[in-house]
């Protein structure tokens, strides 16, 4: 048994969700991926509640970073424009797994969990009444629902295909392709 960090027993956690047929997050499952007894596991993460919300704040700590070195200055200074450009560029990258997205729609299934995503995004893309937001907000639409259909499966999309979608969404926020 070797010993983890708390990042590396995340990332084992997202590992057992990224695999082939998509294994559930238990203790069990999540613990042998990170090379951990039940019980170390459990010093970490006291109930599995605790696991799963360590594990949303993992995946939307590294979209931020990602989001924030795409954008090159803080968050603080950008405008939403300017964000959801970004998310564009990060979506049409494939900017999330497809573990990511079952941990992301396990928010929807249990709500208990959803208070850090619903906080991220309101961060990051709160369409406020200030100005016209349908633009932007049809443009993060569609990024979504790219990187939704992709990491589902529904929908296979060639690089060409990627680059014509991604370049189309930029022109709908303003501003040159990339």
């Known amino acids: 048994m070797r010993t983890s960090s708390r990042n590396d027993i995340l990332d084992a956690a997202l590992q057992v969700v990224d695999a082939e047929g998509g294994a ?4 069990d499952s999540v613990a ?29 700590t590294r979209w931020r970073s990602e989001l924030e070195a795409e954008l090159g200055v803080p968050l603080e200074e950008t405008t939403l424009a300017e964000r959801v450009r970004a998310f564009v560029t990060f979506a049409g990258e494939g900017g999330v797994t497809r573990g990511e997205f079952v941990i992301f729609f396990e928010t929807l299934r249990r709500p208990a969990l959803a208070g850090p995503c619903r906080q991220y995004l309101q961060q990051w893309f709160g369409f406020g009444p200030s100005t016209d937001p349908t633009p932007l907000m049809l443009t993060w639409f569609a990024a979504n629902g790219m990187w939704i259909a992709e990491a589902t499966g529904i929908v296979e999309i060639n690089a060409a295909q990627r680059t014509a979608l991604v370049d189309a969404m930029l022109r709908m926020v303003g501003g040159d392709e990339r």
């Open 24 to 27: 559930d997050l238990t203790y």
């Open 32 to 60: 042998k991926q990170a090379g951990l007894t039940k019980a170390g596991l459990m010093y970490h993460f006291p109930s599995k509640e605790d696991m799963m919300i360590a594990v949303i704040e993992h995946v939307l």
